[in-house]
């Protein structure tokens, strides 16, 4: 990932053109005409080998006669001179190209890159639109029509989609701080635009259209950074199921590649659209709206129309309408007419002067579980634009509360105008509102997922590793990838899953009959062969034996009808097994695959014989914690009944989410697991037992957690170290330290906050606190120093932070030690700690910035060989100095 150099392309102060014409419908004339009528205030260089000049523009013969070397170049050449252009603009010291050609060949495009890279020149394309940047007045495309400015930043993999979308997005007033065509993404790609725009200022929200993802990891961390910053909104082609191949397993044929997508971007605290329109609809109401905790709405409405029409919508969406209790009925009583609804919506009568309105608000109080959508059809009683007048202190005060509908056209524009002028969400129909409510819901979740950074190894159950890695080497040993039933189910047994009593016969009745004896009727019979998968196909499943004669007869029956079914089968015999009866129990799926784009991936559903028939299921990327294994599993129609319902008691949650916790810790620890499912997964009120069990391996180790697209919790940087006498543990932060690391904040003295933060303060949000815990450890790296405290509970002493550009140039630090334990070298011991960590993962620069005054923080620096000098970004800043340590030069003695 990197952002290097995105500067020059996205802000250049000199553009040059390769290839600018004045020939009708040339992309050359078109991307000249563009740039010189686009208001760009930079240098702008046509280069063309025979015009002298271009609309009175001096023109340059080649690259070597411009002036200076461009910003930014734009070449509209053919194919075979995008190399030799490349090689002598980076040459010249031009930093970032454009490069609009289509039909390079795959070697073309890699010694383009070759020839960039001598010189970190970035390239957006090749075979794209270009790009525009409204508030710059550059227009470095081909498109047929500009973009207005403002803050939503547009990045599509397609250009046609781009020129449909400017114009779109034009005709209604839409503006845009970046409008990006990808192309086919040689160099420039989704993540370093995430990277990019996530911290631009004039960008509020990231639009995103996509059609395929090639770097994940690179893609998931540049989404879930930005994610935290500001809304990130993806339209992506292809939720049909074409093109998906047929997998051994049903977790391989259910998952497919959209799925996982979903998956993906609801774990990176996005959220996926399925229009253009719901783009923008999601972009207005999460830059405006996603403060809101609402999960419900109260419909407030001069018309019983308008009411019913939303309270449709609602039930469409699945968003449920806030119920009418008896102190707000009492309330609503007291400042509307007798004949109001007494009901959700709240029908206000359509002869309501603007007083009414404003008390009906009122009344409905401060509920943060509650949104409001305010719905306005005008009439002549009062004019509509002295109802917004109004309402504008209460629906625009913060947190937001209040979305608007103003229903029509002339009557109501200045009233919406009002509205949205004052940033209160706004929507042309009951039905946008509602969807744009709904939108909000599923963001929100998404965005708890985000700030969810489990271990690979998040299991309670004891793991037997040896064990399983033992049953793989078998079966590979072996020339096989299917396991057959009892093996699978001594895999499962070893991850410390429940599952059912079996055992392993030849294939006569006397050996089925001797261990049905010892296990006890009633019992399940199935076949064993290691070429059959799915035994029920083939009659090889018969369930609820209840005698030794049943038994018998069951035998001779399902060898005779497998021989007719798979006659090249051989069948190695019989799996005996305790036929499990459990009370109100449910019959579920939990299974993981291997996506090709996102790597290992977890599903869990309604099971039985009829799994891909029912197709309820939800898929999640590992590593996953019991938080994001509950999330997964109300993703289902079945976690309705599974909440119990009547007389049917709940289910046992938490033992359906510890199984898959432990698939995703399977994924983690066997890299050669390809396929699993656990199907049925039996679970009722008393907990959970696997019936059955399927798993393939490769050798080609497709799984571990090396091939996740999220990177789990660093197991391995955590150690145990002696000081002072005491066990004192040096990890990474997790999740689940947010209550210690509040604690240890609160006992830093005021004057030691200012000295490492530069202020102070007396209270933390648990949003900032959020942040500190929940991180990408792919970017980010805390190091927590803990022991345990007088109760026996951990405590945390210190902290140290380091923050890593995209390009692993630098990292910036911060360390701070709890305020009575200052001078005891946990400092330093953080901090050698932290430069092994960054030195070992090829971090150039560990950088800080110090107040001058704290002599006891600059006086450890100089201890582990940081050089001091002014602040390289603020030269006349006399209260500050800014310290460096080279990490790649030899590490020097240990402390």
């Given at each position: 990932?990197?952002?290097?150099?995105?500067?020059?392309?996205?802000?250049?102060?000199?553009?040059?053109?390769?290839?600018?014409?004045?020939?009708?419908?040339?992309?050359?004339?078109?991307?000249?005409?563009?740039?010189?009528?686009?208001?760009?205030?930079?240098?702008?260089?046509?280069?063309?080998?025979?015009?002298?000049?271009?609309?009175?523009?001096?023109?340059?013969?080649?690259?070597?006669?411009?002036?200076?070397?461009?910003?930014?170049?734009?070449?509209?050449?053919?194919?075979?001179?995008?190399?030799?252009?490349?090689?002598?603009?980076?040459?010249?010291?031009?930093?970032?190209?454009?490069?609009?050609?289509?039909?390079?060949?795959?070697?073309?495009?890699?010694?383009?890159?070759?020839?960039?890279?001598?010189?970190?020149?970035?390239?957006?394309?090749?075979?794209?639109?270009?790009?525009?940047?409204?508030?710059?007045?550059?227009?470095?495309?081909?498109?047929?029509?500009?973009?207005?400015?403002?803050?939503?930043?547009?990045?599509?993999?397609?250009?046609?989609?781009?020129?449909?979308?400017?114009?779109?997005?034009?005709?209604?007033?839409?503006?845009?701080?970046?409008?990006?065509?990808?192309?086919?993404?040689?160099?420039?790609?989704?993540?370093?635009?995430?990277?990019?725009?996530?911290?631009?200022?004039?960008?509020?929200?990231?639009?995103?259209?996509?059609?395929?993802?090639?770097?994940?990891?690179?893609?998931?961390?540049?989404?879930?950074?930005?994610?935290?910053?500001?809304?990130?909104?993806?339209?992506?082609?292809?939720?049909?199921?074409?093109?998906?191949?047929?997998?051994?397993?049903?977790?391989?044929?259910?998952?497919?590649?959209?799925?996982?997508?979903?998956?993906?971007?609801?774990?990176?605290?996005?959220?996926?659209?399925?229009?253009?329109?719901?783009?923008?609809?999601?972009?207005?109401?999460?830059?405006?709206?996603?403060?809101?905790?609402?999960?419900?709405?109260?419909?407030?409405?001069?018309?019983?129309?308008?009411?019913?029409?939303?309270?449709?919508?609602?039930?469409?969406?699945?968003?449920?309408?806030?119920?009418?209790?008896?102190?707000?009925?009492?309330?609503?009583?007291?400042?509307?007419?007798?004949?109001?609804?007494?009901?959700?919506?709240?029908?206000?009568?359509?002869?309501?002067?603007?007083?009414?309105?404003?008390?009906?608000?009122?009344?409905?109080?401060?509920?943060?579980?509650?949104?409001?959508?305010?719905?306005?059809?005008?009439?002549?009683?009062?004019?509509?634009?002295?109802?917004?007048?109004?309402?504008?202190?209460?629906?625009?005060?913060?947190?937001?509360?209040?979305?608007?509908?103003?229903?029509?056209?002339?009557?109501?524009?200045?009233?919406?105008?009002?509205?949205?002028?004052?940033?209160?969400?706004?929507?042309?129909?009951?039905?946008?509102?509602?969807?744009?409510?709904?939108?909000?819901?599923?963001?929100?979740?998404?965005?708890?997922?985000?700030?969810?950074?489990?271990?690979?190894?998040?299991?309670?159950?004891?793991?037997?590793?040896?064990?399983?890695?033992?049953?793989?080497?078998?079966?590979?040993?072996?020339?096989?990838?299917?396991?057959?039933?009892?093996?699978?189910?001594?895999?499962?047994?070893?991850?410390?899953?429940?599952?059912?009593?079996?055992?392993?016969?030849?294939?006569?009745?006397?050996?089925?009959?001797?261990?049905?004896?010892?296990?006890?009727?009633?019992?399940?019979?199935?076949?064993?062969?290691?070429?059959?998968?799915?035994?029920?196909?083939?009659?090889?499943?018969?369930?609820?034996?209840?005698?030794?004669?049943?038994?018998?007869?069951?035998?001779?029956?399902?060898?005779?009808?497998?021989?007719?079914?798979?006659?090249?089968?051989?069948?190695?015999?019989?799996?005996?097994?305790?036929?499990?009866?459990?009370?109100?129990?449910?019959?579920?799926?939990?299974?993981?695959?291997?996506?090709?784009?996102?790597?290992?991936?977890?599903?869990?559903?309604?099971?039985?014989?009829?799994?891909?028939?029912?197709?309820?299921?939800?898929?999640?990327?590992?590593?996953?914690?019991?938080?994001?294994?509950?999330?997964?599993?109300?993703?289902?129609?079945?976690?309705?009944?599974?909440?119990?319902?009547?007389?049917?008691?709940?289910?046992?949650?938490?033992?359906?989410?510890?199984?898959?916790?432990?698939?995703?810790?399977?994924?983690?620890?066997?890299?050669?697991?390809?396929?699993?499912?656990?199907?049925?997964?039996?679970?009722?009120?008393?907990?959970?037992?696997?019936?059955?069990?399927?798993?393939?391996?490769?050798?080609?180790?497709?799984?571990?957690?090396?091939?996740?697209?999220?990177?789990?919790?660093?197991?391995?940087?955590?150690?145990?170290?002696?000081?002072?006498?005491?066990?004192?543990?040096?990890?990474?932060?997790?999740?689940?330290?947010?209550?210690?690391?509040?604690?240890?904040?609160?006992?830093?003295?005021?004057?030691?906050?200012?000295?490492?933060?530069?202020?102070?303060?007396?209270?933390?949000?648990?949003?900032?606190?959020?942040?500190?815990?929940?991180?990408?450890?792919?970017?980010?790296?805390?190091?927590i120093a803990t022991r345990g405290g007088p109760d026996g509970a951990e405590e945390t002493l210190g902290t140290v932070r380091a923050v890593v550009d995209p390009?692993?140039?630098?990292?910036?630090?911060?360390?701070?030690?709890?305020?009575?334990?200052?001078?005891?070298?946990?400092?330093?011991?953080?901090?050698?700690?932290?430069?092994?960590?960054?030195?070992?993962?090829?971090?150039?620069?560990?950088?800080?910035?110090?107040?001058?005054?704290?002599?006891?923080?600059?006086?450890?620096?100089?201890?582990?060989?940081?050089?001091?000098?002014?602040?390289?970004?603020?030269?006349?800043?006399?209260?500050?100095?800014?310290?460096?340590?080279?990490?790649?030069?030899?590490?020097?003695?240990?402390?």
């Amino acid at each position: 990932m990197s952002i290097r150099h995105l500067d020059a392309l996205f802000a250049p102060a000199s553009v040059a053109v390769i290839g600018a014409s004045t020939r009708p419908s040339s992309v050359g004339a078109t991307v000249w005409r563009n740039l010189r009528d686009g208001g760009f205030q930079g240098a702008l260089y046509p280069v063309h080998p025979t015009h002298t000049e271009l609309d009175g523009v001096p023109a340059f013969a080649c690259v070597a006669d411009l002036p200076q070397a461009p910003d930014l170049a734009i070449l509209c050449t053919p194919a075979a001179t995008v190399v030799p252009l490349i090689t002598e603009l980076g040459a010249r010291g031009t930093r970032a190209a454009i490069v609009l050609t289509a039909g390079l060949d795959a070697a073309q495009k890699q010694a383009m890159l070759d020839a960039a890279r001598v010189h970190t020149l970035r390239i957006l394309g090749p075979n794209c639109l270009g790009m525009l940047v409204p508030h710059l007045g550059l227009n470095a495309s081909f498109a047929p029509t500009g973009a207005l400015p403002g803050e939503l930043a547009f990045v599509s993999q397609s250009g046609a989609l781009v020129t449909a979308m400017l114009d779109w997005a034009g005709s209604r007033g839409i503006g845009f701080s970046h409008f990006v065509s990808l192309g086919e993404r040689a160099d420039v790609d989704f993540g370093d635009m995430l990277d990019f725009l996530g911290s631009d200022p004039k960008t509020r929200a990231i639009l995103l259209y996509i059609e395929s993802i090639e770097a994940p990891r690179k893609f998931m961390s540049a989404a879930r950074a930005a994610a935290r910053n500001k809304p990130v909104i993806v339209v992506k082609a292809g939720r049909s199921a074409a093109g998906q191949q047929a997998a051994a397993s049903h977790t391989g044929a259910l998952a497919g590649s959209d799925a996982v997508f979903d998956a993906a971007i609801a774990r990176a605290g996005m959220l996926r659209v399925d229009t253009l329109q719901d783009l923008f609809l999601a972009a207005e109401t999460l830059s405006r709206f996603r403060d809101s905790r609402a999960e419900q709405l109260i419909v407030l409405t001069n018309g019983g129309g308008a009411g019913v029409m939303a309270a449709d919508a609602a039930a469409t969406e699945d968003v449920p309408l806030a119920p009418i209790t008896e102190a707000l009925r009492a309330r609503l009583d007291a400042v509307l007419p007798a004949h109001w609804s007494h009901a959700n919506p709240v029908d206000i009568i359509g002869d309501a002067p603007a007083t009414r309105y404003v008390e009906a608000l009122q009344a409905l109080g401060n509920d943060d579980a509650s949104a409001v959508l305010f719905i306005h059809a005008p009439t002549a009683i009062v004019p509509s634009l002295a109802i917004a007048q109004a309402l504008l202190p209460l629906a625009s005060a913060s947190p937001r509360r209040v979305l608007g509908c103003w229903l029509g056209d002339a009557a109501v524009a200045q009233a919406r105008a009002l509205f949205r002028g004052a940033g209160v969400p706004d929507f042309n129909t009951p039905e946008d509102a509602v969807r744009a409510f709904s939108l909000l819901r599923t963001y929100r979740r998404h965005q708890q997922e985000l700030l969810q950074t489990p271990p690979a190894r998040a299991s309670a159950q004891a793991v037997d590793l040896p064990r399983i890695r033992a049953i793989v080497e078998a079966v590979l040993a072996d020339g096989r990838e299917l396991l057959t039933e009892p093996e699978a189910k001594e895999l499962l047994a070893a991850a410390g899953l429940p599952v059912v009593a079996t055992r392993v016969v030849p294939p006569d009745a006397a050996a089925a009959r001797a261990a049905a004896d010892a296990l006890g009727y009633p019992v399940a019979l199935k076949i064993l062969s290691h070429a059959i998968s799915h035994k029920s196909d083939v009659g090889g499943v018969r369930l609820n034996i209840g005698s030794a004669a049943e038994l018998e007869q069951a035998c001779a029956t399902m060898l005779a009808r497998v021989r007719e079914q798979r006659p090249d089968a051989v069948v190695q015999g019989f799996t005996v097994q305790t036929m499990v009866r459990k009370k109100h129990a449910h019959e579920l799926i939990i299974g993981a695959s291997v996506d090709p784009v996102f790597g290992p991936v977890l599903l869990f559903g309604q099971g039985g014989v009829a799994v891909e028939v029912l197709a309820d299921r939800a898929l999640a990327l590992p590593p996953l914690n019991t938080t994001l294994a509950l999330a997964q599993i109300a993703r289902t129609r079945v976690a309705r009944l599974l909440r119990g319902y009547r007389d049917e008691p709940a289910a046992d949650a938490d033992a359906i989410a510890q199984v898959l916790v432990a698939v995703s810790q399977l994924l983690a620890d066997v890299p050669e697991l390809a396929e699993l499912d656990i199907n049925p997964l039996l679970a009722n009120h008393e907990g959970a037992v696997a019936l059955d069990a399927r798993v393939r391996v490769s050798a080609r180790r497709p799984a571990g957690a090396a091939n996740f697209a999220i990177q789990p919790y660093p197991q391995e940087l955590v150690e145990r170290w002696d000081w002072q006498g005491q066990a004192v543990t040096l990890r990474p932060i997790r999740p689940e330290d947010e209550p210690q690391h509040r604690a240890f904040l609160e006992r830093l003295d005021p004057e030691d906050i200012r000295l490492r933060v530069f202020y102070s303060r007396r209270h933390i949000e648990h949003s900032e606190l959020a942040r500190l815990t929940q991180i990408d450890y792919a970017r980010e790296m805390a190091f927590i120093a803990t022991r345990g405290g007088p109760d026996g509970a951990e405590e945390t002493l210190g902290t140290v932070r380091a923050v890593v550009d995209p390009d692993n140039e630098a990292a910036e630090f911060g360390v701070i030690v709890r305020s009575d334990l200052k001078g005891s070298g946990l400092g330093h011991r953080l901090m050698r700690k932290m430069i092994d960590h960054l030195r070992a993962r090829g971090t150039r620069r560990l950088v800080g910035t110090v107040l001058r005054e704290n002599r006891g923080m600059l006086e450890l620096a100089h201890a582990l060989g940081f050089q001091e000098t002014v602040n390289p970004s603020d030269p006349g800043d006399h209260d500050t100095r800014y310290v460096a340590l080279d990490l790649q030069t030899p590490a020097g003695p240990p402390p």
